[in-house]
């Protein structure tokens, strides 16, 4: 028997319009969105004041399972989604084992669905162990479900093997995603080339370490008209080629993470080169920031994704340049985008939903996903857009902590999030 949910005077925000009605669920879909509906039903959610918007979904999330499950695990990963209203992520297959074959890919679909809390989509290696040597059988992943590939935290480094990657890819539909960094620029440096890099001595990585390999790996997918995408575009020189790129090449998307249009260079210095400041690529100048909100605005930037990097405590007290890259934030996002886009006039609330839910969802052709509608399934997110809250790790639901984040105050909280058609998550100070 399908459950029945009524939210009732809801303010509902596609990426195109923004309206008041009730939305009625059956099952796992959206059945009926009218107002004033009149239905009996096992449960009823007052959403007035709230803005009711598509479940998020993110393209690049950093699992850990398998290998390192005591930074993160399926169960408390699909937690920390649920919390910031994401319905459907993508985890990366940097893991150990590497996700590089398809008993692996059909293992974390399966371990996903028996935990149900929202929908996890392996992305399957490009290369054998992310190494840039020998391809993987992409066929073998479609049939177990993948829909992207991506050696992420490696780029493919041998052009015509990237070429090949690219046709195959194209063969089975599958979309690349492409980790941009030539690591002979980057020569295993801890931060963005800059002035404060060379006033401490710290081993540094230009912007041009992802410019250039982003120009290469576009050049090659247009030759070969393969659909690719970028992953977290960081400055502005990557951005000035992205927007001259795209025009001409309908296949190209991109994806930024919310730190690239928040934090600086500079704000490593400030934080005395706390590791959880450090990620890859690494935080730019007050430019490339400025770059990637107007992307973002201008729509040269597709998505916001969270590129959620768990790592020990003990791992990110190492010294700054010991410590591994990245931090987490997928219980984050939502309020980063709202409080330092919408509230700032760069995004609207319908822009928020484009990158967050609608984009997504097209370049990844999820045509179930996206948007609020009839028949559509049931992933829902309401929210208080009023709502004031602060960063502390005992409210965290990750394994792990590390973000740069910690004692910020963040405007837009997630009251509830509904995947297919179930209440997943629902606060406790409403």
């Not at 001595?201 to 120009?215: K, N």
């Not at 007050?286 to 990637?292: G, P, Q, W």
């Given at each position: ?22 939305i009625l669920i ?148 599958l979309l690349t ?32 370490s992802e410019t ?219």
């Amino acid at each position: 028997m399908n459950m029945k949910i009524l939210i009732k005077k809801a303010t509902i925000v596609n990426y195109d319009k923004i309206s008041e009605a009730d939305i009625l669920i059956s099952g796992d879909k959206i059945v009926k969105i009218s107002k004033n509906i009149k239905e009996k039903v096992d449960r009823e959610i007052n959403a007035a004041g709230k803005h009711v918007l598509p479940g998020f979904i993110d393209m690049h999330v950093h699992l850990r399972t398998p290998g390192r499950e005591d930074e993160e695990d399926f169960l408390s990963g699909s937690l920390a989604a649920a919390k910031g209203g994401f319905t459907t992520v993508f985890c990366m297959p940097n893991t150990s084992p590497c996700i590089d074959n398809e008993g692996l890919a059909n293992w974390v679909r399966e371990e996903a669905q028996r935990i149900g809390l929202v929908d996890i989509w392996p992305i399957g290696a490009i290369t054998k162990n992310r190494e840039g040597r020998e391809l993987t059988e992409f066929g073998a992943f479609k049939k177990v479900g993948c829909m992207a590939l991506s050696d992420d935290g490696n780029s493919v480094e041998d052009s015509f093997l990237f070429r090949c990657a690219l046709e195959y890819a194209k063969m089975f539909d599958l979309l690349t995603i492409s980790h941009c960094e030539d690591k002979n620029l980057s020569r295993q440096g801890s931060m963005r080339e800059s002035f404060i890099s060379s006033k401490y001595g710290i081993g540094s990585i230009p912007d041009i370490s992802e410019t250039v390999r982003l120009y290469r790996d576009i050049e090659i997918a247009r030759y070969v008209d393969a659909r690719l995408h970028l992953a977290h575009v960081s400055c502005a020189k990557s951005v000035e080629v992205i927007a001259d790129k795209k025009e001409h090449f309908p296949g190209l998307s991109c994806e930024t993470a919310p730190h690239y249009f928040i934090l600086t260079v500079d704000d490593v210095e400030k934080s005395a080169f706390n590791a959880n400041f450090k990620v890859n690529p690494p935080l730019g100048k007050k430019e490339d920031v400025e770059a990637v909100r107007s992307a973002l605005k201008k729509g040269i930037i597709d998505c916001i994704a969270t590129d959620h990097a768990p790592h020990s405590a003990a791992e990110k007290e190492l010294p700054f340049e010991d410590a591994p890259f990245g931090f987490i934030g997928l219980e984050l996002c939502f309020a980063l985008v709202y409080t330092y886009l919408v509230t700032k006039d760069i995004l609207d609330i319908k822009g928020l939903v484009e990158k967050l839910s609608y984009n997504p969802a097209r370049i990844l052709r999820l045509g179930n996903k996206g948007k609020i509608q009839e028949g559509l399934l049931a992933d829902l997110v309401i929210t208080d857009l009023r709502k004031e809250w602060e960063v502390k790790k005992d409210s965290l639901v990750s394994k792990s902590k590390n973000t740069p984040f910690l004692d910020s105050t963040l405007k837009g909280t997630v009251n509830y999030t509904i995947h297919r058609g179930k209440v997943v998550y629902e606060s406790t100070g409403l």
